[in-house]
Structure formats: structure tokens, C-alpha cells
């Protein structure tokens, strides 16, 4: 069961011409990175539990999450989060609320669980190298903004 904390954007692509700003390389790099072309590509269910609660029934199990939850990103190539960033249009490096409950009935004599998981938006853009950001590295990065919560309920 999933359910979003905030609702999925109303454009579920970013502007092809949206990309983070070019600054000067730094004095004696060879290469300077910024990301061009970002995206939302999917969402995904976290694997790290970050509530959970059990319980033998009959009973009801409520399990209310309220919890701050990290930005996370992966990249080919060493890109600074400030582009990565600029060009997603929020930050890679913040923390997000996540918010909400979830309820599931145990039946007599069965051992039920609920666990609650993050539930992120991915995101995805290109690595560009040079002064000017002007060349292609072939490289992506790829940023987990966390957006709500995901339920797995069982009994056994």
C-alpha cells in the first residue's frame, strides 16, 4: 500500500531546457560538471523500515508515521549536489517530511505486522563536462526525493 505525502508533480518531466547554472571551472580542473535535462522518471518504495509495529489478534494494528526522511543520490560521475539541485528544482541534500497511517485488522490467533517504508520520487539527469557544461559526459545522476510513506501489512 502506498501513500503520498504530497501530490506527484502536475508535469511529470522537467523542461528539456532546464539546467543547472554554469559557473567557472575551478583554477586548474580539466573538467567541470553541471546537469542538464532533469527528469522524473519513476517512484519507488525505500528499503530501510522506518516504522513498524506487530502484534497477535484479533486486534486492529494502527501505525501512524510522521517522520523526516533524507534526500539520497547516485552518480556515475562527481558532480557537486548544488547543480544537481538547481537543475531538479529542489534540494538533494534536505530532508522531507513523510506523514501518514495505515491500519490493518489481525484475526484471532494470527501474528500480524505492519511496516512502514519511504516512498520516493526518482529523479534523473545528464552529467555535462567543460567550461561551459557544453560537452556530454554520457553519465547520469539519479536523486530520491522521499514524497510519502509505503505499508507492508501481513499476518502469519
Partial sequence: MVKRTEAPAEN?????????????????????HRIKNGHWIAQSCGTDIIQ????????????????????????????????????LGWSVTSTYGVKNESRYE???????????????????GEAWSGAGGDLPTGKRVRAYKPVGVCFNQWTQ
Avoid: C, M
Fill in 12 to 32: 511529470s518531466q522537467l523542461s528539456a531546457e532546464t539546467t543547472s547554472p554554469v559557473a567557472p571551472a575551478p583554477t586548474g580542473a580539466e573538467a567541470f
Fill in 52 to 87: 513498524q509495529t506487530s502484534r497477535q489478534g484479533k486486534a486492529t494494528l494502527v501505525l501512524s508515521v510522521d517522520k523526516s526522511v533524507a534526500a539520497t543520490v547516485t552518480k556515475e560521475i562527481n558532480v557537486d549536489l548544488k547543480y544537481i539541485s538547481a537543475d
Fill in 106 to 124: 489481525v484475526p484471532e490467533g494470527k501474528w500480524g505486522a505492519i511496516q512502514a517504508f519511504p516512498l520516493y520520487d526518482i529523479h534523473e
